[in-house]
């Protein structure tokens, strides 16, 4: 009894640690209660006619090695009479029992056919929560997370460890399949021969602990198999995107080391886990076969000798447990295979814990429109906290006017153009936007009035179309096309052989640079935003459409804030307001003639390019 009580509180905390482990994948289960209860009634009425059946066989035996015994009877007079048929001959029962058999064997592949619909419905929409459930988190995410996470590894998670994680239900709905079997065949076994049922429990309890530290093993190795993958989907993400560079610096051979080293250590890490998950099966089924046929040795010269059992129930004793000890196998591989799994559903619980991730903080207040203008007041900024990147900025942008920000290559232009629209938060310090800290509006909300065209442009693998009103999806026709025309993009997508239906290809691969950064400008043009961030967006362009989409920016800046990021001095010269940074802080601001006259920083840029422009 004091077992029993310790076995069941031991499964109980194992049940409640596994609970807690897998939480935040099981909880998804809650959504799909409707197909999950659909899938257990039919397993268990699949598991019911399974032992009816073997109740069936045990008669159908009885009444082929003793017609003269009394025939089983289930209780039930009617049932006792009508369809067993107690008071007939033998001959006639034996007839009725086969079809008894037989009916209950339908029955069965029916209930089965349904379970294991109804059990994959499961799989496919778990792993279909999954990935949404993911794909919300990862949008949750302030922007700075993605700096750090590996896009492979990510890809691999919503894929392959997804895909895991449907193969581990399926396992998991197996094992409760057989185990639901193992129980029926259990009480039969205990009701033919409970003597025999514990020499039997006994022995196949002694190989499973065995067998489990096999399990253990299988486990631990399987978190390597998940490390290896990550890094070889990233590592294959990352040859494919750089697929030019790799042509043109000749390093095929360095690509290919990197390439085949993460691919042999997924190889490596999975020789590992097949060694040790294979052990388990043949070990299990050897131990078995000589468990069984010492039992069959054990009961035919004791229990059948003294009379203790009749001839019929050994053969069904037998029989179920023959049925039986694949069952327990399967039931051991299974435990095996999911052990192995064990790696994906950390990939995938680490991804969606919240505890150790950067989430966005939105604000509640809707943004009204810039009224006045836009103060960054003591602002730090550091993407790591070794470093700091901003330093103690304070910079006004007003309403209406052009805000041009100049320094060298790294000085910190965009990570300080990034605060407006939110892609990072300050460190330490303030931004006010008329007054209220910027924090405190609903992102969606500021966002719709700023515009970014920036240095990476991303262009989708849709039609033209769709990349320029990408973001403004009720802009009319006309405004597309005057969008595109103010950005010079109008003459080239003509040109293209399906127009604005042209396909652009993974990452716009079929467009030029500065076609990209058109269709980008045009993108942006048709948000008519109030704030517009232009990062070095004519830098891909050449001097004709340089000069061109000037123009178009120059109309489309009246009456908006412009904050421009340009290392060519003349896109900014009509600026408003220069502001020159050097290694995080800003070291001039003026007007871009008055800075001049200062023969500081800005005056020293202005020479530089001035005298190359004059070399070329
Ligand atoms: N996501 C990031 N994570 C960590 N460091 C970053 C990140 N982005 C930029 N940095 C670092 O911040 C510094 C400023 O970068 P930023 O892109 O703001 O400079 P920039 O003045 O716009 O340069 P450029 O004119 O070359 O575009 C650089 O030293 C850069 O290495």
Redesign the pocket.
């Known amino acids: 009894m004091k077992l029993k009580i310790l076995n069941f509180l031991r499964f109980s905390f194992k049940a409640t640690q596994f609970w807690q482990a897998n939480y935040l994948i099981l909880r998804e289960f809650k959504h799909l209660r409707k197909i999950t209860v659909l899938a257990l009634i039919f397993t268990f009425f699949a598991v019911t006619f399974e032992g009816i059946s073997v109740g069936f066989l045990l008669s159908f035996l009885q009444n082929l090695t003793n017609p003269n015994a009394e025939p089983m009877r289930i209780g039930n007079q009617w049932f006792d009479e009508f369809i067993l048929g107690v008071n007939t001959s033998a001959i006639s029962r034996l007839y009725r029992i086969c079809f008894l058999i037989l009916i209950s064997t339908w029955m069965r592949a029916i209930f089965n056919y349904f379970a294991q619909i109804y059990t994959e419905l499961v799989q496919v929409h778990l792993a279909d929560r999954l990935r949404k459930q993911i794909f919300e988190q990862l949008q949750s995410f302030n922007i700075?997370y993605f700096?750090n996470a590996r896009s492979g590894e990510l890809v691999n998670t919503i894929t392959t460890e997804i895909e895991k994680i449907k193969q581990s239900f399926s396992g998991g709905a197996f094992l409760f399949t057989r185990g639901l079997t193992v129980c029926v065949y259990f009480i039969t076994m205990l009701l033919l021969s409970w003597k025999l049922t514990i020499i039997a429990v006994m022995l196949f309890a002694l190989l499973a602990v065995g067998l489990s530290t096999l399990n253990a093993r299988a486990r631990e190795t399987s978190f390597d198999v998940s490390t290896a993958n990550g890094n070889f989907t990233a590592t294959a993400l990352e040859f494919i995107h750089a697929i030019r560079t790799i042509h043109a610096f000749n390093t095929q051979d360095f690509e290919r080391h990197r390439y085949y080293k993460a691919s042999n250590q997924v190889v490596q890490a999975s020789t590992r886990v097949i060694y040790v998950w294979n052990l388990v099966r043949p070990i299990a089924e050897s131990a078995a076969t000589t468990i069984l046929i010492g039992m069959i040795i054990l009961a035919f010269t004791t229990f059948v000798a003294n009379g203790h059992l009749e001839v019929g129930s050994l053969l069904t004793f037998f029989f179920v447990l023959f049925r039986l000890v694949p069952f327990i196998q399967d039931i051991n591989g299974t435990r095996a295979f999911l052990s192995t799994m064990q790696g994906s559903a950390d990939s995938i619980k680490n991804l969606l814990k919240s505890e150790d991730k950067p989430y966005f903080q939105n604000g509640a207040i809707q943004f009204p429109g810039l009224q006045r203008s836009i103060n960054f007041v003591g602002v730090d900024f550091a993407?790591?906290p070794e470093q700091k990147?901003l330093n103690n900025i304070t910079l006004t942008v007003e309403r209406g006017k052009m805000t041009a920000l100049v320094?060298?290559?790294?000085?910190?232009?965009?990570?300080?153009a990034d605060l407006i629209p939110r892609f990072n938060d300050v460190t330490e310090g303030h931004i006010y936007i008329d007054d209220l800290d910027i924090r405190q509006f609903e992102i969606n909300s500021l966002r719709n009035k700023i515009a970014v065209v920036s240095?990476d442009t991303f262009i989708f693998n849709t039609s033209v179309w769709n990349n320029i009103n990408y973001g403004s999806p009720y802009a009319t026709e006309e405004e597309i096309k005057e969008a595109t025309r103010l950005a010079n993009a109008l003459e080239f997508i003509l040109a293209m052989p399906e127009g604005f239906d042209t396909q652009l290809g993974d990452r716009g691969v079929r467009l030029s640079g500065g076609q990209r950064q058109r269709i980008a400008i045009a993108r942006a043009l048709l948000r008519n935003p109030e704030i517009l961030i232009l990062?070095?967006a004519t830098s891909a362009l050449d001097s004709v459409s340089e000069r061109l989409i000037q123009e178009a920016l120059e109309q489309l800046s009246v009456g908006k804030t412009v904050i421009a990021?340009a290392?060519r001095l003349s896109t900014i010269a009509k600026a408003d307001k220069v502001v020159v940074?050097e290694q995080?802080r800003i070291v001039e601001q003026g007007n871009y003639q008055e800075l001049l006259d200062l023969r500081g920083k800005l005056w020293h840029y202005h020479q530089m390019q001035y005298e190359t422009s004059q070399r070329e």
Request: glycine share 18%.
């Open positions: 700075s700096t993407y790591s990147i320094g060298a290559s790294g000085a910190g232009k965009t990570t300080l240095q990062d070095e990021i290392h940074l995080g």
